[in-house]
């Protein structure tokens, strides 16, 4: 069974109105935490910046507006191809544009390790499975 999915996309930083740049984003989704979502941010002459989020948020923003505390998707209101996600901290904040089809390629692939909706099961079956090896560990150390 496949673990994680990883795909890089090119988004827009909008760093003003005037000003924006392109810039590859790494998107990744990895099934031992299967409701996040990481974007790894490489931004010329900054080290690498990573945000996790809530795969759902990913999902509903692309569909419309969504979102509370330091992540907010929505499609864009002019681009009707693209999302703008917004990060914040504090009063800080950076947006990005990024086209709707690679973003969709990309859940469509997660929901292929973990259908969308079943994440509890894969906890569970994670939690038990653990539960399993210690019991099976712990009896063969008894009986040694």
Excluded at 3 to 29: C, G, K, T
Excluded at 118 to 127: G, N
Aim: one cysteine or more; aromatic letters at 6%.
């Amino acid at each position: 069974m496949q673990e994680s999915v990883q795909a890089e996309v090119m988004m827009n930083f909008l760093v003003s109105e005037e000003l924006s740049f392109r810039i590859p984003v790494e998107l990744r989704y990895e099934a031992h935490d299967p409701y996040a979502v990481r974007l790894t941010f490489h931004l010329p002459g900054d080290a690498p910046v990573t945000w996790a989020f809530s795969r759902e948020l990913l999902v509903d923003g692309i569909n419309g507006p969504c979102g509370e505390g330091d992540v907010h998707i929505a499609p864009h209101s002019t681009q009707l191809n693209d999302a703008v996600i917004r990060l914040q901290v504090g009063a800080d904040q950076a947006l990005f544009r990024a086209g709707i089809a690679p973003l969709i390629a990309f859940l469509d692939r997660t929901d292929k390790i973990v259908p969308l909706g079943q994440e509890a099961t894969l906890e569970d079956f994670d939690s038990d499975l653990d539960d399993e090896l210690g019991r099976i560990l712990a009896e063969e150390q008894s009986a040694g």
